[in-house]
Protein backbone atom coordinates (compact mmCIF):
# COMPACT_ATOMS: atom_id res chain seq x y z
CA UNK A 1 0.00 0.00 0.00
CA UNK A 2 1.06 4.05 -0.32
CA UNK A 3 2.07 3.79 3.21
CA UNK A 4 4.30 0.74 3.47
CA UNK A 5 1.26 -1.42 4.81
CA UNK A 6 0.26 -4.86 3.43
CA UNK A 7 -3.31 -5.35 3.03
CA UNK A 8 -4.47 -9.57 3.32
CA UNK A 9 -7.99 -9.58 2.48
CA UNK A 10 -9.81 -12.91 1.95
CA UNK A 11 -8.09 -16.48 1.49
CA UNK A 12 -8.91 -19.92 2.26
CA UNK A 13 -8.23 -20.96 6.18
CA UNK A 14 -8.61 -24.37 7.53
CA UNK A 15 -10.86 -25.70 4.69
CA UNK A 16 -12.91 -22.49 4.93
CA UNK A 17 -13.05 -19.22 2.06
CA UNK A 18 -12.25 -16.37 4.32
CA UNK A 19 -13.98 -12.55 4.15
CA UNK A 20 -11.37 -11.37 6.84
CA UNK A 21 -8.73 -8.36 6.18
CA UNK A 22 -5.89 -7.60 7.95
CA UNK A 23 -3.12 -4.74 7.85
CA UNK A 24 0.53 -5.81 8.75
CA UNK A 25 2.39 -2.93 9.55
CA UNK A 26 6.43 -3.27 8.55
CA UNK A 27 7.42 -0.18 11.61
CA UNK A 28 6.11 -1.95 14.34
CA UNK A 29 5.86 -5.36 12.91
CA UNK A 30 2.18 -5.89 14.12
CA UNK A 31 -1.00 -7.13 12.21
CA UNK A 32 -4.52 -5.41 12.68
CA UNK A 33 -8.09 -6.77 12.13
CA UNK A 34 -10.11 -4.28 9.49
CA UNK A 35 -13.63 -3.79 8.52
CA UNK A 36 -13.86 -7.63 6.50
CA UNK A 37 -14.59 -7.69 2.62
CA UNK A 38 -17.93 -7.71 1.11
CA UNK A 39 -17.69 -11.31 0.31
CA UNK A 40 -15.67 -13.94 0.86
CA UNK A 41 -13.34 -15.13 -2.26
CA UNK A 42 -10.01 -16.76 -2.56
CA UNK A 43 -7.85 -16.78 -5.75
CA UNK A 44 -8.60 -13.50 -6.26
CA UNK A 45 -5.96 -10.41 -7.62
CA UNK A 46 -5.36 -7.00 -5.39
CA UNK A 47 -3.84 -4.05 -6.74
CA UNK A 48 -3.25 -1.23 -4.55
CA UNK A 49 -4.23 2.17 -6.75
CA UNK A 50 -1.92 5.70 -6.21
CA UNK A 51 -4.69 7.15 -3.88
CA UNK A 52 -3.44 4.74 -1.27
CA UNK A 53 -7.17 2.79 -1.92
CA UNK A 54 -6.85 -1.19 -2.50
CA UNK A 55 -8.92 -2.47 -5.48
CA UNK A 56 -10.06 -6.61 -5.56
CA UNK A 57 -11.37 -8.85 -8.20
CA UNK A 58 -12.63 -11.96 -8.86
CA UNK A 59 -12.09 -15.27 -6.88
CA UNK A 60 -13.94 -18.12 -5.92
CA UNK A 61 -17.25 -18.04 -3.00
CA UNK A 62 -16.95 -22.09 -2.41
CA UNK A 63 -20.03 -22.22 -5.15
CA UNK A 64 -19.06 -20.07 -8.08
CA UNK A 65 -16.24 -17.94 -9.88
CA UNK A 66 -16.87 -14.02 -8.89
CA UNK A 67 -16.84 -10.98 -11.65
CA UNK A 68 -17.21 -8.98 -8.24
CA UNK A 69 -15.21 -6.08 -7.51
CA UNK A 70 -14.52 -4.19 -4.15
CA UNK A 71 -12.33 -1.19 -3.12
CA UNK A 72 -10.66 -0.71 0.10
CA UNK A 73 -10.15 2.37 1.91
CA UNK A 74 -7.76 2.38 4.86
CA UNK A 75 -8.64 6.19 5.63
CA UNK A 76 -12.29 4.85 6.30
CA UNK A 77 -11.32 1.05 7.18
CA UNK A 78 -14.12 0.29 4.59
CA UNK A 79 -14.91 -1.83 1.65
CA UNK A 80 -17.39 -0.73 -0.82
CA UNK A 81 -18.43 -2.59 -3.85
CA UNK A 82 -17.37 -1.22 -7.01
CA UNK A 83 -18.32 -1.88 -10.90
CA UNK A 84 -17.98 -5.86 -11.75
CA UNK A 85 -15.85 -7.09 -14.30
CA UNK A 86 -17.30 -8.30 -17.90
CA UNK A 87 -16.50 -12.08 -17.31
CA UNK A 88 -15.62 -14.17 -13.85
CA UNK A 89 -11.98 -15.04 -13.09
CA UNK A 90 -9.93 -16.98 -10.63
CA UNK A 91 -6.44 -17.01 -10.62
CA UNK A 92 -5.70 -13.97 -12.49
CA UNK A 93 -3.49 -11.00 -11.78
CA UNK A 94 -4.11 -7.52 -11.65
CA UNK A 95 -1.60 -4.48 -11.92
CA UNK A 96 -1.04 -1.15 -12.61
CA UNK A 97 -0.23 0.21 -15.82
CA UNK A 98 2.07 3.11 -16.76
CA UNK A 99 -1.17 5.09 -17.83
CA UNK A 100 -2.82 4.71 -14.33
CA UNK A 101 -5.12 1.97 -15.69
CA UNK A 102 -5.71 -1.00 -14.05
CA UNK A 103 -5.37 -4.21 -15.79
CA UNK A 104 -6.59 -7.75 -14.83
CA UNK A 105 -5.43 -10.36 -16.99
CA UNK A 106 -5.40 -14.40 -17.49
CA UNK A 107 -6.74 -16.85 -14.78
CA UNK A 108 -9.29 -18.91 -15.39
CA UNK A 109 -13.08 -19.17 -16.31
CA UNK A 110 -15.84 -21.41 -14.32
CA UNK A 111 -15.17 -23.90 -17.19
CA UNK A 112 -11.36 -24.36 -16.65
CA UNK A 113 -10.48 -22.52 -19.58
CA UNK A 114 -7.94 -19.97 -19.72
CA UNK A 115 -9.27 -16.61 -19.92
CA UNK A 116 -8.26 -15.26 -22.78
CA UNK A 117 -9.03 -11.29 -22.41
CA UNK A 118 -8.37 -9.20 -20.35
CA UNK A 119 -9.62 -5.74 -19.10
CA UNK A 120 -8.47 -2.24 -18.41
CA UNK A 121 -9.94 0.46 -16.36
CA UNK A 122 -9.34 4.12 -15.27
CA UNK A 123 -7.98 4.67 -11.70
CA UNK A 124 -10.03 8.32 -11.46
CA UNK A 125 -12.19 6.73 -8.80
CA UNK A 126 -13.54 10.07 -7.71
CA UNK A 127 -15.37 8.87 -4.52
CA UNK A 128 -18.03 7.14 -6.54
CA UNK A 129 -17.63 4.64 -4.73
CA UNK A 130 -19.62 5.32 -1.89
CA UNK A 131 -22.55 4.50 -4.05
CA UNK A 132 -22.34 0.33 -3.75
CA UNK A 133 -24.58 0.06 -7.10
CA UNK A 134 -22.00 2.91 -8.99
CA UNK A 135 -19.13 1.57 -10.96
CA UNK A 136 -15.88 2.93 -10.13
CA UNK A 137 -15.32 3.43 -14.54
CA UNK A 138 -16.27 1.80 -17.07
CA UNK A 139 -14.21 -1.04 -17.73
CA UNK A 140 -13.39 -2.25 -21.37
CA UNK A 141 -12.04 -5.16 -23.05
CA UNK A 142 -8.71 -4.91 -24.67
CA UNK A 143 -7.18 -6.76 -26.86
CA UNK A 144 -4.77 -9.49 -26.46
CA UNK A 145 -2.07 -10.29 -29.27
Known amino acids: MKDGKVLVAGGWNDDKISNASYLFDPVDGKWRSVERTLRKRRGHSAVARADGRVRITGGWDGSGFLE??????????????????????????SLVLKDGRILVSGGVTEDGVIADCAEAETESGSGAEEDATDAESPVEDVAVA
Open 68 to 93: TAEIYDPAKNHWNKIGPMSAARFNHI
